[in-house]
Nanobody, 124 residues
């Protein structure tokens, strides 16, 4: 089992930055990738970013490329999502998730464990 806990969400204005953290615990030796997804109100969950647990690759959704970065914090069991240049359309519930099988790691179905989510609200 893998447990994930998100933190760092909150209120922001357009153009601001926020950093989300995902604390990962449990059987971390089984993890292939950790990803961030978001779900705007009334919409489906969408891919934001993912990183290999070894830290040697990253993927980003088209809507966040150039604005968001993802990293594993100093080799610890924590994955950070740095969000710069926030837009109102970034408003969503943000989830981190862990995948234990190799893949492209951009689809929710590839992920086995999920956190509870942290809300990000961006005003114009």
């Amino acid at each position: 089992q893998v447990q994930l806990v998100e933190s760092g969400g909150g209120l922001a204005q357009a153009g601001d930055s926020l950093r989300l953290s995902c604390a990962v615990s449990g059987r971390t030796d089984n993890i292939y990738a950790v990803g961030w997804f978001r779900q705007p109100p009334g919409e489906e969950r969408e891919f934001v970013a993912s990183t290999g647990w070894s830290g040697n690759w990253n993927n980003f959704g088209d809507d966040v490329k150039g604005r968001f970065t993802i990293s594993r914090h100093n080799g610890k069991n924590m994955v950070l999502l740095q969000m710069n240049g926030l837009k109102p359309e970034d408003t969503a519930l943000y989830y981190c998730a862990a995948a234990i099988r190799p893949g492209i790691a951009v689809s929710p179905g590839e992920y086995n464990y999920w956190g509870q989510g942290t809300q990000v609200t961006v005003s114009s």
